[in-house]
């Protein structure tokens, strides 16, 4: 069994930062890549960044790239999403999740576990 715990959302500013953190239980964290993923109210769910097993290679969304830093720490089972100059459209509850394979994974049905969830609202 999988856990995966988010922590970090929160209510900031425009152009601020945040920087949320994934815990994960069990042994086989660093064998798969992870993705954070967001969803605001109404709209579909959104892939925003995903980092392969070593963190050697990382994707982001468009709406995302060069703002957002993702990261992984195999000694702690935690992936970290750092998000800077923040806009309100960023608002959304934030997921982390597990992938089915160690390289990249976009396709969001490949990811297997989820963590519950963690709420960032960006006010202007």
């Known amino acids: 069994q999988v856990q995966l715990v988010e922590s970090g959302g929160g209510l900031v500013q425009a152009g601020g930062s945040l920087r949320l953190s994934c815990a994960a239980a069990?042994?086989?964290?660093?064998?798969?890549?992870m993705g954070w993923f967001r969803q605001a109210p109404g709209m579909e769910r959104e892939l925003v960044a995903t980092i392969n097993w070593s963190g050697g290679w990382t994707r982001y969304s468009d709406s995302v790239k060069g703002r957002f830093t993702i990261s992984r720490d195999n000694a702690k089972n935690t992936v970290y999403l750092q998000m800077n100059s923040l806009k309100p459209e960023d608002t959304a509850a934030y997921y982390c999740?597990?992938?089915?394979?160690?390289?990249?994974?976009?396709?969001?049905?490949?990811?297997?576990?989820w963590g519950q969830g963690t709420q960032v609202t960006v006010s202007s």
């Open positions: 999740a597990r992938a089915d394979a160690p390289a990249l994974v976009t396709a969001s049905s490949r990811y297997k576990y």
């Open positions: 069990g042994r086989t964290f660093s064998s798969y890549a």
